[in-house]
């Protein structure tokens, strides 16, 4: 399995501002995915995260309010553009594709974001 | 788009107890997951599936990928106050582009 970290593991922010929210991994992997999970729900998937080019954004979510980079197999950045209210959630990265190739898909501890 | 239908969405059991959950699709997928989710932290990978018909198990969980590929249950044998948590099943779709779709949870509540 791979080990992965986010950081902030939460943070209150004002309205109109933007989050950068890191996420590192403990060995390359293949793919690397950002999730949304509003309170009370399920997880939603944001985009996945590509090494060394643009992201592939899910319908419903665009690169203007949610950029993303990934700039080795390790690392990978999610940044909350322009908050608001609605935005409240956890954020989580996850990754699949570690050491043995497998489909197996393994999560940070998420960031939790509060925007007032 | 895909969506899984997860059931039930809560269960509230005595200690001891069997639990089974389960998920279905409308589609087919080629590998189905389930995960624990407890507070403030991320999902816990528990039984991973890969082909029709697999029955698999960790400790006292057992999963099965079903044979039409569309659901998979999760049961959970002699349940102990720290199976407390929500359980997601998670299905990736037949296009094999690593990305999951998640069911809508079930939360389990044990009673010592």
């Known amino acids: 399995s791979a080990v992965i970290s986010q950081k902030p593991s939460r943070d209150i922010c004002q309205r109109g501002t933007s989050l950068t929210i890191q996420c590192q991994v403990d060995s390359q992997v293949t793919m690397m995915f950002w999730y949304r999970q509003q309170p009370g729900q399920s997880l939603t998937l944001i985009a996945t995260?590509?090494?060394?080019?643009?992201?592939?954004?899910e319908s419903g979510f665009v690169i203007d309010k949610f950029p993303i980079s990934r700039p080795n197999l390790t690392f990978s950045t999610l940044t909350v553009s322009n908050m608001s209210p609605e935005d409240s959630s956890i954020y989580l990265c996850?990754?699949?594709?570690?050491?043995?190739?497998?489909?197996?898909?393994?999560f940070g501890p998420g960031t939790r974001l509060t925007v007032l | 788009g895909q969506q899984l239908n997860q059931s039930p969405q809560s269960m509230f059991i005595q200690e001891g107890e069997d639990v089974s959950m389960n998920c279905t699709s409308s589609?087919?997928?080629?590998?189905w997951l389930w995960y624990k989710q407890e507070p403030g932290e991320g999902p816990v990978l528990l039984i991973a599936l890969y082909k029709a018909g697999e029955l698999t198990s960790n400790g006292r969980l057992t999963a099965q990928f079903g044979i039409t590929r569309k659901d998979s249950f999760l049961n959970i044998s002699a349940s102990i106050p720290s199976d407390v948590g929500i359980y997601f099943c998670a299905g990736q779709p037949a296009s094999n582009t690593g990305k999951l779709i998640f069911g809508q949870g079930t939360t389990l509540q044990v009673k010592p």
């Open positions: 996850s990754a699949s594709g570690a050491k043995a190739a497998t489909n197996e898909q393994f």
């Open positions: 589609s087919i997928f080629n590998t």
């Open positions: 995260a590509n090494q060394g080019s643009e992201a592939t954004y």
